[in-house]
Structure formats: structure tokens, C-alpha cells
């Protein structure tokens, strides 16, 4: 039997990946930094897995990531509909921040703690969400180690 590992992280995702060079007016360095700040982001992510006992694992990785995003107000009913979801309210956050980044700043938060690096992740599906009354922004992780796939089946 495989083991799956699965845990919640409350706090606003954050993207990453995006960098900034530029140079250094006195030193004549080239300075290269984080364009987005995801510092809190990447926090919430490693205090979740360590949380949850996830073990560094070796092995290759199916990752499945749900990011929850706080919905606007415009999502909502008003007066006796007040905290109800309007029934034109998607479903699905399709503006920004993109999954891509979402799931970098994600990945390299687990480094070193839920794997040894993000390249053992050979499958992963995203999926960016709006939070439902009650839930909290965030995002919903399963972990999967696989040593290999049956011939014939899929991940």
C-alpha cells in the first residue's frame, strides 16, 4: 500500500519565481531578488507539513495542490441573501496570481521537508479555488511517493 500524505495550510497564497536583477548604484554588484513577496507564504507552508509529520521522502512524487482564495464581496448575496453565494459566482479564481507561481513558491517551501528537492515531483495537478462560507484561504495538499507505475494503469 502506498502512503499518501495530507495537510491544510490556512493563510493567503502567495506566487514565487519571479526574480529581479538590477545594479547595485555603489558596488557595481548585480543584486538579484524576489519580485513578490511570498516570505509569509513559504512560512505557513513549512510550519503545515511540519505540523503534519510529513518524513522527507526519496522517493518520485504525485503533488496535488488546492489553492483557496478569500471571494470578494461581489460573490455574495446582500439583505436577507447576506452570506450566501450569489448563484453566478464561480466556482473557479481565474485572475491572478497563476497556478504556475502558486505551486513554485509552494514547491520550494517543501524542500528539505516534505522531499529532498522539487524535482521529485513528477506529477502534480493544481487547481485555484474560491472559498466556500466558513473556509479559510489557503491551500489543501496531497503527497503521494511513488516507486513505480503499473504497466497499464495510470498515477
Known amino acids: 500500500m502506498?502512503?499518501?500524505?495530507?495537510?491544510?495550510?490556512?493563510?493567503?497564497?502567495?506566487?514565487?519565481?519571479?526574480?529581479?536583477?538590477?545594479?547595485?548604484?555603489k558596488t557595481k554588484r548585480i543584486i538579484v531578488t524576489d519580485d513578490c513577496n511570498n516570505r509569509d507564504?513559504?512560512?505557513?507552508?513549512?510550519?503545515?507539513?511540519?505540523?503534519a509529520r510529513i518524513p522527507c521522502l526519496d522517493d518520485p512524487i504525485?503533488?496535488?495542490?488546492?489553492?483557496?482564495?478569500?471571494?470578494?464581496?461581489?460573490?455574495?448575496?446582500?439583505?436577507?441573501?447576506?452570506?450566501?453565494?450569489?448563484?453566478?459566482?464561480?466556482?473557479?479564481?481565474?485572475?491572478?496570481?497563476?497556478?504556475?507561481?502558486?505551486?513554485?513558491?509552494?514547491?520550494d517551501a517543501l524542500n528539505g521537508i516534505a522531499w529532498r528537492d522539487d524535482a521529485q515531483v513528477v506529477v502534480q495537478t493544481a487547481t485555484k479555488r474560491w472559498c466556500n462560507p466558513g473556509e479559510l484561504p489557503g491551500a489543501s495538499i496531497r503527497i503521494r511517493p511513488i516507486n513505480h507505475i503499473e504497466e497499464g494503469s495510470k498515477p
Do not use: C, M
Open 2 to 25: 502506498r502512503d499518501i500524505y495530507e495537510f491544510r495550510i490556512v493563510g493567503t497564497p502567495r506566487p514565487g519565481g519571479s526574480k529581479k536583477a538590477f545594479l547595485h548604484p
Open 62 to 107: 504525485i503533488l496535488e495542490i488546492v489553492f483557496y482564495f478569500q471571494r470578494p464581496k461581489s460573490h455574495f448575496g446582500s439583505g436577507k441573501n447576506a452570506g450566501r453565494i450569489k448563484a453566478a459566482a464561480p466556482l473557479f479564481h481565474s485572475q491572478k496570481p497563476d497556478v504556475t507561481k502558486l505551486v513554485r513558491s509552494t514547491e
Open 41 to 51: 507564504w513559504r512560512q505557513d507552508v513549512k510550519a503545515a507539513a511540519l505540523g
